[in-house]
């Protein structure tokens, strides 16, 4: 069975910081992986994708793959009070379904 | 780029009615749309996956003459819940395919707000 793992949280960081997400999954066929933002009552949001090993920067985000450690991270630079919601990590094995097999999300709380 | 919309953004009606939900690809030409359904405090969960003019490919446990799915063209996707009861009454999110179908990189509609009565 296809697992995400995410540390629910909350995760508190003050404005101006670093905020570290972290994701883990067990299938190793896993070929996309993605970070939604999520904010309360609305559809999740797509942050960043990420394909291959190492890191792929947009704007204050930075996305983390190592296949090997089967773990992908979200980094956010000079977290905002904006930046508080739910992340969700996703992927997407490849075969079979479409179905994206999401994390159960990590709440940010970025405290100004 | 890669906007997705949905209308309405929220519904009420009474149980036995049928509810129709479209989803809409603004800037950018989805071969394959996906339904999903959210409930409160839950994960999101694939009810189908719609391709333009073909049948609905549905997950395992969503019942296709209840949802129905038409994608008659490559920027829309209709859901219809048909006889609608109280315990439909969820969050339906549409998402849309921006790139190569391998990646698989969906763009979420805003969702409609589905209250049965």
């Known amino acids: 069975q296809k697992e995400v793992e995410q540390n629910s949280g909350p995760l508190s960081v003050p404005e101006g910081a670093i905020a570290s997400l972290n994701c883990t999954y067990s299938?190793?066929?896993?070929?996309?992986f993605f970070w939604y933002r999520q904010y309360s009552g609305k559809s999740p949001e797509l942050i960043m994708s990420i394909y291959s090993n190492g890191d792929k920067e947009d704007g204050r985000f930075t996305a983390q793959l190592n296949k090997a450690s089967q773990y992908v991270s979200l980094l956010i630079r000079d977290s905002q009070p904006s930046d508080s919601a739910t992340y969700l990590c996703?992927?997407?094995?490849?075969?079979?379904?479409?179905?994206?097999?999401f994390g159960k999300g990590t709440k940010l709380s970025v405290i100004p | 780029g890669a906007v997705v919309s949905q209308h309405p953004s929220w519904v009420i009606c009474k149980s036995g009615t049928s509810v129709k939900i479209e989803c809409r690809s603004l800037d950018f030409q989805a071969t394959t749309m996906f339904w999903y359904r959210q409930f409160p405090k839950q994960s999101l969960m694939l009810m189908a996956t719609?391709?333009?003019?073909?049948?609905?490919?549905?997950e395992q446990g969503v019942e296709k003459d209840k949802f129905l799915i038409n994608h008659a063209s490559l920027t829309l996707s209709t859901l219809t819940v048909t006889s609608a009861h109280p315990e439909d009454s969820s969050f339906y999110i549409c998402?849309?395919?921006?790139?190569?179908?391998?990646?698989?990189?969906?763009?979420f509609g805003p969702g409609t707000r589905l209250t049965v009565l």
């Open positions: 299938d190793r066929g896993s070929q996309s």
């Open positions: 719609s391709n333009e003019g073909s049948k609905a490919t549905y």
């Open positions: 998402s849309a395919g921006a790139g190569p179908l391998t990646y698989n990189e969906q763009f």
């Open positions: 996703a992927l997407y094995s490849g075969a079979g379904s479409y179905q994206l097999t």
